[in-house]
C-alpha cells in the first residue's frame, strides 16, 4: 500500500499535521538555536540536527515566522503535553473570569411573598458573583396604563436586594418592559 493511498482512505477530520517542523521537517537552511533554555546562536541545519541527535532529542522549530528561524533542542512529546496542559489551565482561566448574568422576571400584580422569594432567588445568584437583570413586564392596556404600580414593585424588589447588591444600570422602561441590572455589592476577589 502507498503513501498516497493510506491517506486516502481516511476522513478529513482523522489527519491533523503536526503544529510544528520537527527534525528534519525543517525547511531553513540557518537556525537560532536553543538548547537548555540557552542561546547557542545561528547555525547551520546540519548542526543544529547533529547537536539534538547527540543529545537523543528532537529539534523543533517554535518561531518559524523571524529570520532565522528559531529551533530548539528538546523532547517534542513532552513539549506537546506542556502545551496542551497550558492551553487547558488558559481556558480554566477565561471560563472562571467570565461575568454570567441571570435574570429574574417580575409581574406588577406580584404577591409579597412571592416576591420576598424572587428576592432570595437573587441572593443565590449573587452569592455565585452573578449579576442580576430585573425583567418586569407589562401586559394589556390595563398594565400599561398602571405604570406606577410596576413601579411601586420595582421600588421593593430593590429595597430587598438594597443589602447584597448595587445598582448597575438604573431602572428604565423599554416599551412595554422596564429592566434594571444589579451586581454584587461586595464582589470576592478570587
Excluded: W
Aim: charge should be positive.
Amino acid at each position: 500500500m502507498s503513501f498516497k493511498n493510506f491517506y486516502q482512505g481516511k476522513k478529513n477530520n482523522e489527519y491533523k499535521p503536526e503544529p510544528y517542523r520537527i527534525n528534519f521537517y525543517i525547511k531553513a537552511q540557518q537556525v537560532r538555536l536553543f538548547v537548555d533554555e540557552q542561546l547557542v546562536g545561528v547555525v547551520t541545519i546540519e548542526q543544529a540536527r547533529q547537536i539534538a541527535y547527540e543529545k537523543d532529542l528532537d529539534l523543533v522549530e517554535v518561531t518559524p515566522n523571524a529570520s532565522p528561524p528559531v529551533c530548539k533542542v528538546l523532547d517534542y512529546s513532552k513539549f506537546k503535553y506542556e502545551n496542551k496542559i497550558r492551553q487547558k489551565e488558559s481556558l480554566k482561566k477565561q471560563k472562571e473570569s467570565v461575568v454570567h448574568v441571570k435574570e429574574i422576571r417580575l409581574r406588577p400584580c406580584i404577591a409579597t411573598h412571592d416576591l420576598q422569594v424572587k428576592a432570595n432567588q437573587a441572593i443565590a445568584f449573587f452569592n455565585e458573583n452573578c449579576k442580576v437583570k430585573l425583567n418586569l413586564q407589562l401586559k394589556g392596556h390595563r398594565e400599561m396604563a398602571n405604570k406606577e404600580q410596576a413601579q411601586q414593585v420595582f421600588a421593593t424588589m430593590l429595597e430587598l436586594l438594597k443589602e447584597h447588591s448595587t445598582i448597575e444600570q438604573d431602572p428604565k422602561f423599554e416599551g412595554n418592559r422596564m429592566s434594571c441590572l444589579l451586581s454584587v455589592k461586595n464582589q470576592v476577589k478570587k
